[in-house]
């Protein structure tokens, strides 16, 4: 198709009349979309937006148009959150990456501890990924998936199998790159040449919705501006302005999370801090003061996983595994038992993010723990006990069949979770939430300037309704 014909499609399937930085865009894309391709340039589109500046609308209109030329489409996204808000936001399905790339070694859906990267079959695709500041390239180790190192070449590996297909990959720099890395690789055109692809860069910087009327956005746009030269701009945030932007005070803070979980529920509203240690302190005191939970797990419960599980996922036809990150709702608890020198529970949760529900023994350990998971100790703690339980093998079982039967061991593989109303904000990058709390009570004045930045813009734009700021010392605040 002619690219002017197709930039003319897009056009028309906006909501409202871009502005002349939107209007290259759209010509680029067009471009890009309809340009000859040989099979061997292996092209990719990156579009790093900033928030505000119309990405959203836009990549919606895009995938209207293709879908419009009979063009194959496909939507991926990091995480279960953030694939289900590009999907509505795109007004189209959108799968994780891990759901559409792998595949377990038997050849069926990823589902254990062993994958492999799936064939794409599509002829001249358009894969569009969004959240792609989060794609890790291995160097962290955080990374990991089913023996997998890579998710950014795997990704690559399996887009370009497929014939004559090209990728965009949509995201924002400033946010917070992914565990252990100091940039974001997939949003590096270095990084993405290094891989054979043909680049080609869009960066959108004008904000086109009303900045004197939204505080979250003009903070937003604020702590972008600062990260030119984060050592002559201090982190601060501006909130006496604006309607959506509450300083709350300790002394009101609690009155303040209960009548957001009044008017807007528990599932929209958050709170953003920097450690494990502060999220614990907030579940602990949210729980206790504003929820009125005695037990130690209630129905209603919200929970996050805190590390890849791929046992209970493999019962459950269209989930690939249950991810670090992932939300989760405790619908019926069956029983909780002491075993190993470990708590347990076995429960029915519900994963809002994929709208499945599934059996899963919990491991209650990690609950109000302030460590990232289980420590490795602990585990190994669990693993040598199971390994060497008489009520599992006799004393003649072979070492090699005891560890293969533990692969499958449901509390070896029980799910580790923790209460998910206050969580750190790597935990929260790739979601957002009409009300969202940033505690400002902890970070020391000597960390990196420009780190700050990422972690308060990363936190900020969580928010789509009602930001609070929460602990913030007087130079905070504008």
Known sequence: MDPYEFAERIFLNL?????????????????????????????????NGYAGTGKTSLTGALVRALREIMLPVVLMAPTGRAAKVFGNFAGFPASTIHRRIYRSADGEMAGSASVD????????????IDEASMIGDGSSGNDSYGGRSSLL???????????????????????????????????????????????????????????????????ATWLRRAMRDPANNPMQLTASRFADVTVVDGVDLEDSIASSYGDAGEADTLVITASNRRAVAFNR??????????EELCRGERLMVVKNNYLFSAR?????????????????????????????????????????????KLLLDTLASEAPALEHDRFSQLYERLLNDPDLFT??????????????????????????????????????????????????????PLERLRW???????????????????????
């Not at 002829?123 to 569009?128: H, K, N």
């Not at 590996?157 to 014939?163: A, F, I, K, L, T």
């Not at 924002?172 to 043909?198: E, H, I, N, W």
């Not at 459950?316 to 002491?338: C, P, Q, R, S, Y």
């Open 15 to 47: 909501p409202y009349d871009p502005n002349e930085q939107q209007i290259s865009l759209i010509a680029a894309l067009a471009r890009f979309c309809t340009a000859p391709d040989d099979g061997r340039s292996n092209p990719v589109f990156l579009l």
């Open 117 to 128: 990267v799936a064939e794409n079959t599509l002829v001249d695709a358009v894969f569009i």
């Open 153 to 219: 070449e795997d990704l690559i590996h399996y887009v370009y199998s497929g014939d004559r297909c090209r990728m965009i990959l949509l995201g924002d720099t400033a946010q917070l790159p992914p565990v252990g890395c100091s940039v974001s690789p997939a949003m590096d055109p270095a990084v993405l040449r290094s891989y054979g692809l043909k680049v080609s860069r869009v960066v959108l910087t004008k904000v086109v919705r009303q900045e004197h009327m939204s505080g979250i956005l003009y903070n």
């Open 285 to 294: 005191a949210i729980r206790a003061n504003i929820l009125y939970r005695e």
């Open 316 to 360: 459950v036809k269209g989930l690939d595994f249950i991810a670090n990150g992932d939300m989760a709702v405790v619908e019926t608890i069956h029983g909780t038992e002491e075993i190993y020198g470990f708590r347990f529970a076995d429960v029915t949760i519900s994963l809002p993010d994929r709208d499945i529900s599934l059996d899963v």
């Open 395 to 448: 004393p003649t079982t072979p070492m090699r069949t005891r560890m293969r039967m533990l692969r499958s061991d449901p509390y070896l593989n029980a799910l580790q979770v923790k209460y998910a109303y206050a969580v750190t904000c790597h935990k929260a990058q790739g979601g957002q939430w009409p009300n969202v709390y940033v505690d400002l009570g902890f970070m020391p004045a000597e960390s990196d």
């Open 456 to 478: 308060l813009y990363t936190a900020v734009t969580r928010a789509t309704s009602r930001l609070f700021i929460t602990g913030a010392s007087e130079d905070l605040l504008r």
